[in-house]
């Protein structure tokens, strides 16, 4: 489970610090660089609410399997030449993750009941790990090693094939497949419910400011005289932020009856980082780069806890998660693309810095509704 966290978060952001060498190879508008990054969320959005279904139709240590195979394929495809190829092997990466995003959760609740907390403070650790390294990497990769962008980007498929080598054994004890729709909530049901919709948003939310964070970062600090280099290890910097509080974050989480007094802080913390970034000068980058890390790592582990406290078993949170991710990602697809279109027509940073200080406003009045405790399935 730790390794195939590992995988879910490298692929993506090892693009970051890499976009402009991408966009100068294939001859990208800002837009269509901005497209690298919500490809994989719309990828995301599709699949995730079928996931669960899979799960219960072919096991789910088999879609596992299924979904680590594939996602070292589109790895492998999205360093083939081409235009084509890059948003192909692209797509097929998202799908792959996707399901693991879904499954993930279900794992851990039905693994685990009693450590819900711990382990997803574990994997979330291994997921953010890989991919603050991916981002500060890609740069010497791609450059100092001579592999150019698409060596850089192609060489995480290694990971994902240990992933595979290592999940092996679990076919061997997989799960009986379960075609029965009352494991759950039903979907129709779960649709209804206001606190699926407020986990839902909170989760897009968060995703949107991260994911673009990811893909336009080492632009915005580029547009202000710093190096590539110096901007994707920015970038390391914002992740390695948040990997202590992936970890803090859920094991508090879980033993609170509450988590409105966390959602508080989470979106402080995204105001001041965001507002930073917005208004000060060049030396306090650092700084606010490591408090919205800080927020986003707040953001995350609450997005993830939702998934289980707010539901009874491990179908749910399944389901569950299925919802948030595909309606958050679909919320969040539009995020680096809109960023992108935002630059070019304001010719500066300003505006769509203003739309994410809008997004982190709006994750405060759906966490606090997503942080009341209840359930998914209680009649309302």
């Not at 839902?200 to 968060?206: A, S």
């Not at 974050?249 to 959602?263: C, E, T």
């Amino acid at each position: 489970m730790v390794v195939i966290a590992a995988n879910l978060r490298a692929p993506l952001t090892s693009v970051g610090p890499l976009v402009g060498t991408i966009r100068e190879s294939l001859t990208l508008s800002a837009a269509w660089a901005g497209a690298i990054t919500t490809l994989p969320l719309l990828a995301f959005a599709l699949l995730s609410p079928f996931a669960s279904r899979l799960a219960r139709r072919f096991g789910m240590e088999t879609v596992l399997f299924a979904a680590i195979g594939l996602l070292a394929a589109g790895i492998a495809v999205r360093s083939l030449a081409g235009t084509a190829a890059l948003f192909l092997g692209t797509a097929l990466l998202g799908l792959a993750i996707a399901v693991c995003n879904v499954l993930m959760p279900a794992l851990v609740k039905r693994e685990f009941p009693e450590n819900v907390g711990m382990l997803t403070g574990v994997y979330s650790v291994s997921m953010n790990l890989c991919g603050a390294i991916a981002s500060g990497v890609s740069v010497p990769l791609a450059a100092g090693a001579g592999l150019g962008w698409k060596g850089a980007l192609g060489c995480w498929a290694a990971l994902a094939l240990i992933a595979v080598a290592l999940w092996l054994p679990q076919l061997r004890g997989r799960s009986r497949p379960s075609a029965s729709p009352s494991a759950g909530v039903k979907p129709t049901k779960l649709w209804r419910s206001p606190l699926a919709w407020q986990v839902t948003l909170f989760m897009g939310l968060q995703s949107l400011i991260f994911y673009v964070t990811v893909a336009w970062l080492p632009a915005i600090l580029g547009g202000r005289g710093m190096s590539a280099g110096t901007a994707g290890w920015m970038l390391s910097l914002l992740q390695f932020a948040l990997l202590p509080f992936t970890f803090v974050v859920p094991v508090l989480a879980g033993r609170m009856k509450s988590q409105r007094p966390l959602v508080a802080l989470t979106t402080a913390l995204y105001v001041v980082g965001i507002g930073g970034l917005l208004v000060g000068g060049n030396g306090w980058i650092p700084l606010w780069t490591i408090v919205l890390g800080i927020g986003g790592g707040f953001a995350f582990s609450l997005a993830m806890m939702f998934f289980t406290l707010r539901t009874r078993t491990a179908h749910e949170a399944a389901e569950l998660s299925g919802m948030a991710q595909s309606v958050g990602y679909l919320l969040a697809a539009v995020g680096p693309a809109l960023f992108g279109m935002l630059h070019d027509a304001a010719g500066g940073w300003t505006a769509p810095l203003l739309l994410l200080l809008a997004a982190s406003l709006l994750i405060f009045a759906c966490g606090m509704g997503a942080a009341k405790r209840r359930y998914v399935d209680e009649e309302r």
